[in-house]
């Protein structure tokens, strides 16, 4: 990732997008000690352009609608 300049100031030619995500889960209690949780994870990045190395922006190659939709499941000890 390019870091921005010093002033703050977006220099010309470069652009800046905004990324999100959004997450949901639930957990179910399975054992006084063990908990079972699931959840799922969109993320957004937006275009995202490639680099020649050294943060030097390649404007031959842009990976558009970069994005990621992950599922996850985990079991939780609980220790008192």
């Known amino acids: 990732m ?3 300049p010093p002033n703050g100031a ?3 030619g470069k652009s ?3 990324s999100w995500a959004a997450m949901a889960g639930v957990a179910y209690k399975v054992a006084p000690t063990w908990i079972v949780d699931a959840g799922v994870r969109y993320l957004d990045l937006g ?3 490639s680099t020649k190395g050294a943060g030097v ?4 190659l842009v ?3 970069l994005n990621a939709l992950e599922a996850r ?4 000890l ?3």
């Open 10 to 12: 977006i220099e010309a």
């Open 78 to 80: 609980l220790l008192d």
């Open 2 to 4: 390019v870091a921005p």
């Open 47 to 49: 275009d995202v352009p």
């Open 63 to 65: 990976f558009r609608n």
């Open 16 to 18: 800046r997008n905004f």
């Open 57 to 60: 922006t390649n404007t031959a």
């Open 73 to 76: 499941i985990g079991l939780r």
